[in-house]
């Protein structure tokens, strides 16, 4: 156990391949600092947007995509959590609990050999992982592994349970999909790991869950060993406000010690709460030190020093540590100690995850657990102001209503929405808008069209794909307002940024021929591209520009070198639907380069040549080994997209031929070997 920077848990360890898929969960969500830091680093990119000359950010937007498009990516958000516009290549999720809040967090990462599970306190947002002083537990699936099996299993199994939770159902394609799918790698990972399947008499581990009326302090005995703890410690940046759910979380707390010590003196309850610097003002309700639940209970605070409330590395971790002779058990994860998030109420309370460690008290691990605690000086009651902070597992703005379900975009060219209500949860009065003011639907057109369920709406005119939509809604208050998550249903469809949707044949052919990482390929060849005079020819070598077989030879061999990455790129292994769709109609796809041929950006194309090359296109995706490459996804799907992928270079091929004229041997060659394309 050591202190690393929660950022550097997202960077792929040695040896891990490409990034595969990912699933976490949040209460709040800055989707900009998820896209630029988190995701930059799991997908192992070599930068963001706007760090180099334009060859450099195509090169970036190139990678990004490619990246994206074979990766799973979903994020599970509190309904009340904002969104921003983003990358319509992942999804977010957003979950409404029924009594209390989504207010875990966990990221599961999936690389080609390597797994790690992080659960802790920190949001994904800026000031989570910058800013605030926060705890996380990473778990890999290393070869001896401590961790036991069980509690990954439950941990997939609470996942699910969240993600069961939101809007929508569980269809062959979707978010919800998607989600199921990644935890489903999660398991047959777990599955397959040497992982210890009991506890060991050094480590003890159990996850801890928290919902309405579930406690995670009942899991406490699943780790213990030995006499009851004598000693009890809380760390908590946020406690309840009002007295009676102070005194019911307290007598929770302090119900797991013992009656007294060994030697007959009190039990000792420290309650670690943040106090501000150069000042004595505890934000903590002042019912912690007056409590006390027996004579032999002994209670102080000690303070965690932090900054005014407007500076940096303000307290935000949550820590529970109880304690014998003999015994250490520590509890980290996203519980604050409060009623609602320790589970206390049957009716009310969050979804927490949490997990147990128990050790003997004299080891190792026992030492680094108890550095965890930033326990600072006791506090001195006659001097010391304590004014308790709104605990931050209240959203400070509405959640969007519960009628709104979910939204997704089902079609591209023009954008097609498709919105689900459940009309009996919809305010009176409300409006759907996108964020460039186009108004979609009002509650008199749903009404007028009979209060369906399903609407399917057009987004005319708009350049950029909508990740987010504005809903308005009257409340006695006045009007409020709450961002509504779009996802596709299919992100195969999703067409390539603008900036990559005319690049040059040239350009292709040459990324796709290069050995190097797409990255460095393409911002040479791009550069390369940039230097090269209009026409593609030396215009200092005449002698070279009237060379016609020397330039057929140059183009076939770049033709060549291309097909072939082309080949390799389509067989590698599969992991959804949706990345065979991205690697058929991708930037470096079979269908684009079909594409660029048809509408040719090179005028030195002979006669015959683009059908000639569309058949040797069709030939190259024929020869894929798809049933080996399809190992995790079923051979029929992708039989059935590969042959459509096929039809379209006919179609292709035979509109073409109807335009022009073909010598009568590269037609003939060309209609067998169409004949002979079969996936």
């Known amino acids: 156990m050591t202190a690393t920077r929660l950022l550097e848990h997202w960077l792929a360890p040695p040896g891990a391949g490409a990034p595969v898929a990912c699933l976490a969960t949040t209460f709040t969500f800055d989707a900009t600092f998820f896209s630029e830091d988190c995701l930059v680093r799991f997908l192992g990119l070599g930068g963001v947007l706007g760090e180099g000359d334009r060859s450099a950010d195509i090169a970036a937007l190139i990678e990004e995509e490619e990246r994206l498009s074979e990766t799973s990516i979903v994020v599970l958000t509190d309904r009340s959590a904002a969104t921003e516009p983003r990358n319509l290549r992942w999804d977010v999720l957003g979950v409404a609990v029924d009594g209390g809040l989504l207010h875990a967090k966990v990221a599961v990462l999936l690389w080609e050999h390597a797994t790690r599970v992080l659960i802790g306190s920190a949001n994904l947002t800026t000031a989570g992982y910058r800013n605030q002083v926060e705890i996380a537990l990473a778990i890999d699936l290393d070869p001896g592994s401590r961790v036991p099996r069980v509690l990954l299993a439950e941990l997939s199994g609470e996942l699910r349970a969240l993600v069961a939770l939101a809007p929508g159902s569980d269809t062959e394609r979707g978010p919800k999909a998607r989600a199921g799918a990644i935890l489903q790698q999660l398991d047959e990972r777990v599955a397959a790991a040497a992982l ?26 699943s780790v213990w060993v030995g006499a009851r703890p004598r000693g009890m ?7 309840d406000t009002q007295p009676h759910l102070v005194s019911r979380t307290i007598t929770s707390l302090e119900g797991r010690l013992a009656t ?45 020093l932090q900054p005014e409330p407007n500076e940096f590395r303000r307290l935000h971790a949550k820590c529970l540590a109880y304690e014998s002779d003999d015994w250490l058990a520590v509890l980290i994860g996203s519980s604050n100690m409060t009623a609602a998030g320790l ?29 965890l605690l930033c326990e600072g000086d006791p506090l001195d009651p006659a001097v010391t102001i304590f004014e308790a902070e709104p605990p931050d597992d209240e959203p400070t703005s509405l959640p969007l209503p519960v009628g709104f379900e979910v939204a997704e975009i089902e079609a591209v060219g023009p954008v097609r929405l498709r919105l689900e209500f459940r009309p009996a949860s919809l305010p009176a009065s409300w409006s759907i808008e996108t964020l460039d003011r186009n108004v979609l639907l009002t509650d008199a057109t749903w009404a007028a069209d009979q209060s369906p369920t399903i609407v399917r709406r057009e987004v005319p005119g708009t350049p950029i794909l ?66 090269t ?15 016609g077989s020397a330039r057929m030879l140059l183009r076939t061999r770049e033709w060549s070198a291309a097909l072939w990455g082309l080949r390799t790129r389509l067989g590698r292994p599969i992991g959804s639907i949706e990345t065979l769709e991205s690697r058929l109609a991708g930037v470096l796809g079979p269908t684009t380069l079909a594409d660029r ?5 090179d005028a030195s194309l002979l006669p015959g040549e683009t059908e000639f090359l569309l058949a040797e296109i069709a030939l190259t995706v024929a020869d894929v080994d798809w049933t080996t490459a399809a190992r995790k996804v079923p051979i029929e799907s992708v039989r059935g997209h ?21 010598p009568v041997p590269i037609r003939a060659y060309a209609d067998a070997a169409f004949l002979k394309a079969t996936p």
């Open 533 to 547: 005079p209009v026409g593609g020819e030396d215009i200092l070598d005449p002698l070279r520009m009237h060379d």
């Open 642 to 662: 590969v042959a459509g992928t096929l039809a379209g270079l006919r179609a292709r091929y035979a509109a073409k031929i109807a335009r022009g004229a073909c």
């Open 466 to 531: 909508p990740s987010v939509l504005r809903v308005s809604w009257e409340t006695p208050e006045g009007t409020a307002t709450a961002d509504w998550s779009v996802n596709m249903i299919d992100p195969g469809l999703l067409p390539p940024p603008s900036d990559l949707q005319k690049l040059p044949t040239r350009l292709i052919l040459a990324v796709l021929a290069s050995t190097r990482p797409l990255r460095a390929a393409f911002e040479e060849a791009h550069r390369r591209y940039l230097a």
């Open 233 to 239: 410690t809380a760390l908590s940046p946020f406690w």
């Open 196 to 221: 210890p399947v009991r506890q060991s008499g050094t480590l003890a581990m159990a996850l801890a869950p928290a919902a309405p009326g579930r406690s995670p302090l009942t899991a406490l005995d």
């Open 343 to 371: 589970g206390l109420d049957e009716h009310y309370g969050h979804r927490e995850i949490n997990v147990w460690i128990g050790c003997p008290a004299e080891s190792r691990d026992a030492a680094a657990l108890r550095e």
């Open 260 to 304: 007294k010590r060994r030697n007959g003196e009190p039990c000792e309850a420290a309650y670690i709460v943040p106090v501000v610097v150069e000042s004595s003002l505890a934000r903590a309700p002042r019912e912690i030190l007056d409590h006390a639940r027996s004579q032999h209970i002994e209670v102080r605070c000690a303070a965690f």
């Open 597 to 601: 041929l048809i509408d040719p950006d």
